[in-house]
């Protein structure tokens, strides 16, 4: 039995979850692969602005976004032999975060020894994954294995959302939502059978009807023609495995949502769907490099339905922020006992960090 979160952590039931900060010490997504390059790139985890950039090895470095000289942003600046020179005097940073140059140092000045945070950084599966805890991290980011798999097709949506992170997870654990996306056919008739909980994550399992399945080849084009969808019954598992979300919807669907809370109103998170193509055996047996083409030619191939999924949840979830705003002390209505588990975890998980 996975012990309860309850007789780990002492929770604090009257900490209001809309004012909750996070617990820094996991791994965070700050940015997809492709968006760091050799040109900085400024991003905020929890109100702490940091600056990504590749060194000529293709290593990413993350540095604290603030130049110590007169405190202006070094991601407005350039990467110069490795090195992040600020764009307003041209002092210049290594990757441990110390000043290496001053430009205009005069013989009898020393260099001064102000030093910046540098952040542990980690590229996997597509993404960038920075630590923004205390010390070395001891765990590993979450792992995306069907990110390099052949038999999955990815499609990636990028959420950003003027609401706390905790209406995010909210929106995502409660799968009776699926009444909101009713035209877009995603799920149905969700219903809640099973939750299992423990310190580090809560499992929802829901009985649901899906409208795909991608049990031939051109099941596929069920993506595109909803003409071609069929009703039928799969289990629907959503977890939240702090800080992030994962969910699959029978065998042929695996989503990820990948979180980076910016501040108590604003959140990033990267929402990535994979379709399997594990049932199509003969597609297996193909050259490796043909698999790859599918595989990226396909790539995107849920982006309508993606985008249209998140269009109508940030609409929500900012409403609901609003709402908040406006008249705090208002409580709601909830019968989705998941959603306790979800609040428990998220109180447990930054009181850890208190
Ligand atoms: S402010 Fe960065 S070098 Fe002066
Ligand atoms: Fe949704």
């Known amino acids: ?75 407005h600046g350039q990467v110069i032999d490795n090195e992040l020179e600020c764009t307003y005097h041209g002092w210049r940073f290594n990757n441990h975060g110390e000043c290496s140059t001053v430009p205009y140092l005069a013989a009898n000045q020393k260099l001064p020894s102000c030093k910046i945070r540098r952040y542990p950084v980690q ?13 070395e991290p001891t765990i590993a980011p979450l792992s995306l294995p069907e990110w390099d798999h052949l038999n999955y097709i990815a499609t990636v949506s990028t959420i950003n959302c003027q609401a706390h992170y905790s209406y995010l997870i909210e929106n995502l654990m409660d799968m009776y939502h699926g009444h909101l996306h009713q035209d877009l056919q995603a799920w149905a ?36 023609f909803p003409a071609l969808r069929r009703l039928h019954p799969e289990p629907l598992d959503v977890s939240y495995v702090y800080p992030h979300w994962v969910s699959s919807l029978g065998k042929d669907f ?3 949502c990948l979180l980076c809370p910016i501040n108590e ?56 922020q609003q709402a908040y705003l406006q008249n705090p002390e208002v409580r709601n ?18 009181a850890a960090n208190r």
């Not at 996991?26 to 940091?50: D, F, M, R």
């Not at 059978?193 to 069920?222: G, M, P, T």
């Open 1 to 75: 039995m996975p012990e309860s979160i309850s007789s780990i952590y002492p929770v604090v039931q009257s900490r209001d979850v809309r004012q909750l900060g996070i617990n820094p010490n996991h791994w965070y997504v700050v940015a997809q692969s492709n968006e760091v390059t050799n040109k900085p790139l400024g991003v905020t985890i929890w109100k702490q602005a940091i600056a990504l950039y590749r060194d000529s090895t293709g290593k990413v470095h993350a540095l604290e976004d603030r130049c110590p000289h007169r405190q202006v942003k070094l991601s």
């Open 123 to 135: 590229e996997q599966d597509g993404f960038i994954w920075l630590f923004p805890g205390d010390g």
């Open 189 to 224: 008739e969700a219903s809640l059978q099973d939750i299992e909980e423990d310190s580090h994550r809560v499992d929802a399992h829901y009985s649901a009807q899906s409208y795909y399945k991608i049990d031939k080849i051109w099941s596929i084009s069920q993506l595109f």
């Open 254 to 256: 695996k989503i990820y």
């Open 265 to 320: 109103t604003q959140t990033k998170a990267y929402l990535i769907h994979f379709t399997s193509l594990n049932a199509f055996w003969r597609l297996h047996k193909l050259p490796i490099w043909f698999r790859r083409f599918v595989k990226d030619s396909l790539f995107g191939a849920a982006q309508k339905l993606l985008d249209g999924l998140v269009i109508q949840d940030v609409k929500m979830i900012e409403e609901e």
């Open 333 to 350: 209505y909830e019968l989705n006992r998941a959603l306790m588990s979800v609040q428990k975890l998220m109180r447990s998980q930054e």
